[in-house]
């Protein structure tokens, strides 16, 4: 179906599309004012953090079959009012930290719903030749959408207080939904196949599982009890849903399409570039803020050279496979990633900003140049009627990417703080806390300045002397991991996608 409004279709599927990554960074830039208004303790704070990405990763999947089989349009339409909806209701009425975790957890369902539907209604209105060129509009949305968070939230929350962040999501939502039920055709399968609950749940189990060992492994431990039984449960209900989708009349994923290496290699980019995005995120936004002292809104407006980079490298990466191969290109987008974290481990508290304005923009470039041929390999290797579960794929590795990086990176990362850093003499009754946290021992040490102790300035220097050896340090992974994949990809990658309903490899 090759439909006549399709590019402002493409346009609306943008704007839902960002909605659903920007109303998950506005909150987290509004946690201290949470903590303060509603008395969250950190246990409180990390299940509104955690809350939505554990229930949007874990139904992505079953939303995304949901749509095949039921229509995409209304999946969007239900996921679009759920989220808006809550949000409202949360603005207006939450009192307690469990209201806002609840909200976040129905905002989480809502997006799981929203986010395959933006893909899929996307690969099946554009026709194979223009295909590309929209998803790599897509994916610079969906690159834009943490930064604009970002800024919007600091903004929002300097001027304003937590509940504006929520009260952002409804107008435009509303504006959304009402393109969306004008201007956007609805799509199914058209088979009619009945639905698969077993591998839905299945699904769900898994991915829910391994998502919330990987969070909570660096605050728990990685070989805690809770940790690693969550793991192991989470790779037997792995193994079960491919044992149960392989045996099946109608899977919900056919495990089939793993076979097809544009449909996995594309995964894995995809998968490894999100883990390099989001851990080098979550340690700017601590760099910014407390070693540098800008305000959320002032660290959020440092990332811009992101966007600037990953937009224009992902809405024109089409003409660039089409000239030198897809392998190629992901492969060089990879090259920059790690280029961009291999600079980034030379940098130290005096670094002038012109320095991290080039590694962001690299970075920005690189994810473009991986991000958007990568997920149109995946979303061309598979039929136009599990377009949706397809898309859902693609979202979850972005999701298991990004909570292996920040789970990975961070305990990298705290792990060299905990080393690096020397606590005055004096203070060793601060020594467990300051070890542990360095956002503690930045406010420990500002409290003991306030108070006239001068030891507050010497563990304030020295916290942030360890975490930046720490944030740089850390930095080597990521840059390793980006290495390793642009190497696998450019081995074996195919050159090009496999339009859908085509058959063969070149």
Same mark, same amino acid.
């Given at each position: 179906?090759?439909?006549?409004?399709?590019?402002?279709?493409?346009?609306?599927?943008?704007?839902?599309?960002?909605?659903?990554?920007?109303?998950?960074?506005?909150?987290?830039?509004?946690?201290?004012?949470?903590?303060?208004?509603?008395?969250?303790?950190?246990?409180?704070?990390?299940?509104?953090?955690?809350?939505?990405?554990?229930?949007?990763?874990?139904?992505?999947?079953?939303?995304?079959?949901?749509?095949?089989?039921?229509?995409?349009?209304?999946?969007?339409?239900?996921?679009?009012?759920?989220?808006?909806?809550?949000?409202?209701?949360?603005?207006?009425?939450?009192?307690?930290?469990?209201?806002?975790?609840?909200?976040?957890?129905?905002?989480?369902?809502?997006?799981?719903?929203?986010?395959?539907?933006?893909?899929?209604?996307?690969?099946?209105?554009?026709?194979?030749?223009?295909?590309?060129?929209?998803?790599?509009?897509?994916?610079?949305?969906?690159?834009?959408?943490?930064?604009?968070?970002?800024?919007?939230?600091?903004?929002?929350?300097?001027?304003?207080?937590?509940?504006?962040?929520?009260?952002?999501?409804?107008?435009?939502?509303?504006?959304?939904?009402?393109?969306?039920?004008?201007?956007?055709?609805?799509?199914?399968?058209?088979?009619?196949?009945?639905?698969?609950?077993?591998?839905?749940?299945?699904?769900?189990?898994?991915?829910?599982?391994?998502?919330?060992?990987?969070?909570?492994?660096?605050?728990?431990?990685?070989?805690?009890?809770?940790?690693?039984?969550?793991?192991?449960?989470?790779?037997?209900?792995?193994?079960?849903?491919?044992?149960?989708?392989?045996?099946?009349?109608?899977?919900?994923?056919?495990?089939?399409?793993?076979?097809?290496?544009?449909?996995?290699?594309?995964?894995?980019?995809?998968?490894?570039?999100?883990?390099?995005?989001?851990?080098?995120?979550?340690?700017?936004?601590?760099?910014?803020?407390?070693?540098?002292?800008?305000?959320?809104?002032?660290?959020?407006?440092?990332?811009?050279?992101?966007?600037?980079?990953?937009?224009?490298?992902?809405?024109?990466?089409?003409?660039?496979?089409?000239?030198?191969?897809?392998?190629?290109?992901?492969?060089? &987008? +990879?090259? #920059? %990633?790690?280029? *961009?974290? @291999?600079? $980034?481990?030379?940098?130290?508290? =005096?670094?002038?900003?012109?320095?991290?304005?080039?590694?962001?923009?690299?970075?920005?470039?690189?994810?473009?140049?991986?991000?958007?041929?990568?997920?149109?390999?995946?979303?061309?290797?598979?039929?136009?009627?599990?377009?949706?579960?397809?898309?859902?794929?693609?979202?979850?590795?972005?999701?298991?990417?990004?909570?292996?990086?920040?789970?990975?990176?961070?305990?990298?990362?705290?792990?060299?703080?905990?080393?690096?850093?020397?606590?005055?003499?004096?203070?060793?009754?601060?020594?467990?806390?300051?070890?542990?946290?360095?956002?503690?021992?930045?406010?420990?040490?500002?409290?003991?300045?306030?108070?006239?102790?001068?030891? &507050? +300035?010497? #563990? %304030?220097?020295? *916290?942030? @002397?360890? $975490?930046?050896?720490?944030?740089? =340090?850390?930095?080597?992974?990521?840059?390793?991991?980006?290495?390793?994949?642009?190497?696998?990809?450019?081995?074996?990658?195919?050159?090009?996608?496999?339009?859908?309903?085509?058959?063969?490899?070149?």
């Amino acid at each position: 179906m090759i439909h006549q409004r399709r590019w402002i279709i493409l346009g609306i599927m943008s704007l839902s599309l960002v909605i659903t990554l920007l109303n998950n960074v506005t909150v987290n830039v509004a946690l201290p004012e949470l903590a303060k208004d509603l008395d969250a303790d950190n246990t409180e704070l990390q299940w509104i953090m955690d809350a939505y990405v554990v229930v949007f990763g874990g139904m992505l999947l079953v939303m995304g079959a949901v749509g095949d089989r039921f229509g995409r349009k209304p999946a969007l339409i239900v996921g679009l009012s759920l989220v808006g909806l809550v949000s409202a209701m949360t603005a207006q009425y939450a009192t307690t930290s469990e209201h806002v975790i609840g909200a976040r957890a129905l905002m989480g369902l809502g997006a799981a719903m929203v986010m395959p539907a933006t893909l899929s209604i996307i690969v099946v209105v554009f026709p194979p030749e223009e295909r590309g060129k929209a998803v790599g509009v897509w994916v610079g949305m969906a690159g834009i959408g943490a930064p604009i968070g970002l800024l919007v939230g600091g903004w929002v929350v300097e001027n304003f207080d937590w509940r504006a962040v929520f009260w952002i999501n409804p107008p435009i939502i509303a504006l959304a939904m009402t393109l969306a039920l004008l201007m956007v055709p609805n799509s199914r399968d058209e088979r009619g196949n009945p639905m698969d609950p077993i591998g839905a749940t299945l699904s769900v189990a898994a991915l829910g599982s391994i998502l919330y060992a990987i969070i909570e492994g660096p605050s728990a431990g990685w070989t805690s009890n809770e940790v690693a039984g969550l793991g192991a449960l989470g790779l037997v209900l792995t193994m079960m849903f491919v044992w149960w989708e392989r045996r099946t009349e109608y899977p919900m994923l056919p495990i089939e399409f793993f076979r097809d290496k544009g449909f996995t290699l594309g995964l894995i980019a995809i998968s490894l570039a999100f883990f390099v995005m989001f851990s080098f995120m979550f340690t700017q936004m601590l760099h910014f803020q407390l070693v540098r002292g800008h305000s959320s809104f002032q660290a959020a407006l440092r990332f811009l050279p992101l966007p600037l980079g990953l937009m224009p490298a992902a809405a024109n990466s089409d003409r660039l496979c089409a000239r030198f191969g897809s392998n190629n290109v992901v492969a060089v &987008g +990879l090259t #920059l %990633i790690a280029t *961009a974290m @291999l600079i $980034f481990t030379t940098v130290e508290i =005096g670094t002038d900003y012109t320095v991290l304005f080039l590694i962001f923009f690299l970075c920005g470039l690189g994810m473009g140049l991986t991000m958007a041929p990568s997920t149109t390999m995946v979303m061309d290797s598979i039929p136009p009627d599990k377009a949706g579960v397809g898309s859902a794929t693609n979202d979850a590795s972005r999701e298991v990417g990004g909570a292996f990086g920040i789970a990975i990176v961070g305990s990298a990362l705290n792990e060299i703080y905990q080393r690096e850093l020397v606590v005055p003499e004096g203070l060793e009754e601060h020594s467990s806390v300051v070890s542990e946290s360095f956002p503690a021992a930045m406010r420990i040490g500002h409290d003991l300045l306030e108070g006239g102790n001068m030891l &507050g +300035l010497e #563990l %304030i220097e020295n *916290a942030r @002397l360890a $975490f930046m050896d720490g944030m740089t =340090g850390a930095a080597v992974a990521p840059a390793l991991v980006a290495l390793v994949n642009a190497v696998l990809v450019k081995m074996y990658m195919p050159r090009r996608a496999i339009h859908i309903g085509s058959v063969g490899e070149e």
